[in-house]
């Protein structure tokens, strides 16, 4: 994000997200809304409310910080 500024490094990160919701219930809505994302500030406010559906093989969605 210092490097790249926040859009870039926000668009950089999603190369990275299918791979931490694969096998969540809802995962693929997930996906969709993260790659709109542009800030990193947008990102977390769509992992706060995403939800844990009762397929998500009990893992925890990860911290944004």
């Given at each position: 994000?210092?490097?790249?500024?926040?859009?870039?490094?926000?668009?950089?990160?999603?190369?990275?997200?299918?791979?931490?919701?694969?096998?969540?219930?809802?995962?693929?809505?997930?996906?969709?809304?993260?790659?709109?994302?542009e800030t990193f500030s947008?990102?977390?406010?769509?992992?706060?409310?995403?939800?844990?559906?009762?397929?998500?093989?009990?893992?925890?969605?990860?911290?944004?910080?």
């Amino acid at each position: 994000c210092q490097y790249w500024g926040e859009p870039k490094g926000a668009r950089e990160m999603r190369k990275i997200f299918p791979g931490y919701f694969k096998g969540f219930a809802g995962a693929s809505e997930l996906r969709k809304q993260l790659n709109t994302a542009e800030t990193f500030s947008a990102i977390e406010e769509i992992l706060q409310k995403a939800p844990m559906g009762k397929n998500s093989r009990n893992h925890p969605l990860p911290v944004v910080s």
